[in-house]
């Protein structure tokens, strides 16, 4: 069997031939890549000069009022004595007379918090312009919560009867027990008056009301305590106006405008 090679004269045609084809190749080829940047240019610009949609911004409020299940009256006791012993003493005597008292009343230990506790000096200035500790005050002040309102006026007048002279109403709160449901219609409230809102600007310009793009709420608020001070020893029971609580929500809302 013979195997015939091919002539140098043919292998330098073959060379040649490669080369130029792969220059054609390379030479169609080469535009095509150019172009890619170009076309990427001009959906970018394109995307860049599209006009954005347009918005609005809305604040809603929503209020929502109950009945209170709840008062919490605020309770002190204080005591001056020549020493800051005998003020801690005095101002003990008198805090334990009002809690027995509250006991009395059927409220539960949970119910009564201690807020504050307090021992200062108490100064005398002489004809010398000198001041100099004469005495010390002692006072103690407790939050009460009183979960039935009937017997509101009942617990205040009996309280305000044991410590005499050594204490004081300070104020009393009237309030819901569990305030989620009352904040949840006022939230419900608020969002509705956003939408309405938002709903009137689209209908002025032109528009229609678009899908919403961001919610956010604010701090919710609530009304200022009543007080009851300076209330009479002899007094069994007080008089009150619960009212009502009112819960307020506020939220910011933006909708696009279609």
Known sequence: MTIRRPSAARTSRLLVATAVLGGLLAGTAAPALAAAPERT???TAARETAPA???VTVTGNGRASA???LAIVSVGVEATRPTAKEAMAAQTTAAEAVLDVLHEQGIADRDIRTDSLSLTPVYTQNKDGDSKVTGYQAGQSFSVKVRDLDRTGQVIGAVNDAKKDAGRINGVVFDVAD???LRAKA???AYQDAYDKAAQHARLSGHRLGRLVSLSEGESVRPGPGSAPGLPADEPTVPLAPGEIEEQV???????LI
């Open 41 to 43: 240019a001009l959906r």
């Open 53 to 55: 949609t347009p918005t």
């Open 67 to 69: 009945a209170p299940d």
């Open 179 to 181: 305030p989620s449901a």
């Open 187 to 189: 939230r419900e409230a």
């Open 250 to 256: 506020t939220v910011s809302a933006v909708y696009e």
